[in-house]
């Protein structure tokens, strides 16, 4: 069942565009790189400018920190998405514990939380936090602006931009016991439309490939995980591949991970854009809203334990 070998997940170099002066060429050969890795692999791992050593040893050591405050603590922080907020001890998944920060791009919302777990305040990390989303959101936002221009989907980009809203989790797992079993997360596709994963120097992420194999993720401080989610998938009526992932811990060592995730908007209605579906795409998914997807989630309905949307609202052929 394990494996042993690792996943050559395409990496994609974004620290060469330049905002201020794009050099197109540059740019369309990445938007190529891009959409060809999420019809493959549905991921890969970007290089970024902008993310120092000193930025990630100090959100790191405030995550550190945060998760060896006493429980009564931790469970301050709560959220008005299902499964955001403080989560620990769960019979199910015991190695791991996460907490969870709503609409982290707005500096207040970093303020707020790092107020409930240093009550004298810490603003140096609020703020550092708040910028080391900053650059996992603007790696999110180009890779969807770049996957809907090459989809010839631009015009349908800004509404989409108001369906969705963003959650930071911070995320532990702690080292198995002797005899216990070592899954840190269970077998999942994310259910939103992406997410953004960066860990420590421990490795434990495991994505099924196309041909039905386990392999492991390489873990590199200097690359960020882009990973699409089923969500995506409804609006482009499965035109790319959704990787089931879990974690394993194999190694001795404590695992930190962050993770921006999009998410829908409670209320809004989720489908596939319509210029998506023709005689040679059949439409693939119902529209759904996610609220009510997530209750479908929790009372456990039938097929959510892999591709849960799909098994929510999926049209069977
Ligand atoms: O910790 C990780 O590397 C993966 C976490 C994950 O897949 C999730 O939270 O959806
Ligand atoms: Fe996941």
């Avoid at 180009?142 to 996957?147: E, F, G, P, S």
């Avoid at 509404?159 to 999942?188: A, C, D, F, Q, W």
């Avoid at 386990?214 to 960020?224: D, I, R």
Wanted: contains cysteine; negative net charge.
């Amino acid at each position: 069942m394990g494996s042993e070998a690792y996943i050559q997940l395409p990496v994609i170099d974004f620290s060469v565009l330049n905002n201020q002066n794009p050099d197109l060429c540059v740019y369309d050969s990445i938007k190529t790189e891009v959409l060809e890795a999420l019809q493959e692999y549905g991921c890969f791992q970007a290089s970024i400018a902008g993310v120092s050593t000193e930025l990630q040893q100090s959100v790191y050591g405030a995550i550190k920190h945060l998760f060896s405050l006493p429980t009564e603590t931790k469970s301050k922080n709560t959220s008005t998405k299902m499964f955001y907020g403080y989560i620990g001890n769960s019979p199910q998944l015991p190695l791991y514990e996460s907490m969870g920060i709503d609409d982290p791009y707005i500096p207040k919302q970093v303020e707020n939380f790092t107020n409930l777990m240093w009550p004298q305040s810490n603003p140096q990390v609020s703020n550092n936090i708040y910028m080391y989303v900053k650059k996992l959101w603007e790696l999110n936002e180009m890779t969807k602006k770049m996957v809907f221009e090459i989809l010839n989907l631009e015009k349908y980009l800004n509404e989409h931009i108001e369906l969705t809203n963003y959650v930071l989790k911070l995320m532990k797992y702690r080292v198995p016991e002797t005899n216990e079993s070592n899954l840190g997360m269970h077998t999942h596709a994310d259910a939103g439309v992406m997410t953004i994963l960066h860990q420590n120097d421990v490795e434990g992420l495991e994505i099924l490939t196309k041909d039905d194999e386990w392999l492991k993720v390489k873990v590199s401080p200097n690359l960020f995980i882009v990973m699409a989610g089923e969500t995506l998938n409804v609006w482009l009526n499965g035109r790319l591949h959704i990787p089931l992932h879990r974690v394993l811990m194999r190694e001795n060592k404590i695992r930190f991970t962050l993770a921006l995730f999009e998410l829908p908007k409670t209320g809004k209605s989720l489908k596939a854009i319509e210029k998506m579906v023709d005689d040679e795409h059949p439409s693939l998914f119902k529209p759904f809203e996610y609220e009510e997807f997530i209750k479908f989630h929790i009372s456990g309905g039938q097929g959510i334990e892999k591709y849960a949307v799909k098994a929510y609202c999926g049209v069977s052929n």
